[in-house]
């Protein structure tokens, strides 16, 4: 785990302190019985619901499977085969989001029963999770979808990025018509993420080190606010901190780097591969790529996947070390807290889904939340700029763990 104490120097701190969880569960898979697994049968993608009710994966084959979601220590397979409903797309799911609330004057159906799932085909189709009915089918990319991105603040557009080098911008309002085309890409952009708090702030991450923060300007207008430099390889995934003032994303070159989008700073880069390749064979295979980040929504830990067949969840901001570790019988592919970041899901090369139970603090401190609830409106050039303590201004910026 390396910590950036300044701009300019970087300190190495090992992991002293490794805490195995043990409260596992595994959600049944419908190929789960054959001997011989295939290609297409993979869980690439798994997601909650904004209220945490729901919970859905792919388990391949252009299956999703949701059901309703319990408590990791209460969820046994009687449970989710009595929740449990199915929904056919027709081809391999490579990405899924559930929208979070927003107001539809024009519909019948709830916002946060949507569920969109991007298909390899280069289709999005969104669906009622509730009774599997198919909402609106979007067709223009022409190539695999890999990131789905809802806007927040109650904006009912949906943003996607594909293989095919492009981003683009529906607007559910409007009978999901697409109201704009990003092409401004020269290579597959892998992830694409809103940030949490402002509309107008949209990362996108993939091929060729690119790392591309956009001020998202209407539905009809985006351009690059700044590039990101500092992987050595391909970014697969990105995930914004609930304040809106950090960006994780996840590299092949074995690496997290947490970033201040904002004033182009590293924060905190976190290490799977100790020392750490250098960038001539960070494109080899040395089997400790890192496949996905997931921010905790308390905005106090981090899950990353490694090719390593484990992972991680990071406490940061804390003095000790510490990581909790979750082994898995074959390769992750992507993981997403929960909404109440008591449960972890993880999904995997062989069709499995991981459920693990995360200790996490019931209350926060007081400093913490301050702090949560002031990046929010305050930015980190108007932070350098307020008359304040330097120690202060550190904190505001996560410019060193506490």
Excluded at 19 to 33: A, Q, T, Y
């Amino acid at each position: 785990m390396v910590h950036l104490n300044n701009l300019t120097e970087f300190k190495y701190t090992d992991v002293t302190n490794t805490e195995f969880l043990d409260d596992i569960r595994e959600l049944s898979c419908i190929h789960r019985n054959r001997v011989r697994w295939k290609p297409g049968r993979e869980t690439r993608c798994c997601a909650f619901s904004s209220s945490g009710d729901k919970f859905a994966w792919s388990p391949g084959h252009g299956h999703v499977e949701i059901i309703h979601m319990f408590t990791v220590s209460q969820l046994n397979h009687g449970d989710s085969q009595r929740e449990r409903n199915s929904i056919t797309c027709g081809c391999n799911v490579t990405s899924m989001k559930f929208a979070p609330p927003f107001v539809m004057t024009e519909n019948k159906f709830s916002s946060t029963s949507l569920l969109a799932t991007g298909l390899e085909n280069g289709q999005i189709k969104i669906w009622d999770s509730n009774n599997g009915h198919l909402l609106f089918n979007l067709s223009d990319h022409t190539d695999i979808v890999r990131g789905l991105s809802f806007s927040p603040c109650g904006i009912p557009l949906l943003v996607s990025c594909s293989e095919d080098k492009t981003i683009k911008v529906w607007d559910l309002a409007d009978d999901g018509n697409m109201t704009l085309t990003v092409r401004q890409q020269k290579f597959p952009v892998l992830d694409c993420a809103f940030s949490p708090v402002n509309p107008h702030v949209l990362a996108s991450v993939g091929m060729a080190k690119m790392v591309i923060v956009w001020d998202f300007v209407h539905k009809r207008s985006c351009r690059p606010a700044g590039r990101l430099l500092g992987h050595n390889n391909d970014v697969i995934s990105c995930s914004w901190s609930p304040d809106g003032a950090l960006l994780a994303t996840a590299s092949h070159d074995t690496t997290v780097i947490i970033w201040d989008p904002h004033a182009n700073v590293q924060i905190t880069v976190l290490c799977h591969l100790y020392p750490l390749p250098c960038p001539i064979y960070a494109g080899g295979a040395n089997g400790a790529w890192v496949t996905s980040v997931n921010f905790s929504n308390d905005g106090t830990k981090i899950a990353t996947v490694c090719e390593d067949n484990h992972v991680r969840v990071w406490k940061l901001w804390n003095r000790q070390d510490t990581v909790y570790v979750v082994p898995l019988s074959k390769s992750g592919l992507q993981c997403r807290f929960s909404p109440d970041d008591q449960t972890l899901a993880i999904s995997q090369l062989n069709g499995i889904v991981t459920l693990a139970s995360v200790p996490c603090r019931k209350v926060l401190s007081l400093r913490h939340l301050s702090r949560l609830a002031a990046r929010k409106a305050i930015s980190s050039k108007m932070i350098d700029l307020m008359t304040l303590p330097q120690p202060i201004k550190d904190y505001l910026a996560y410019r060193f763990p506490l």
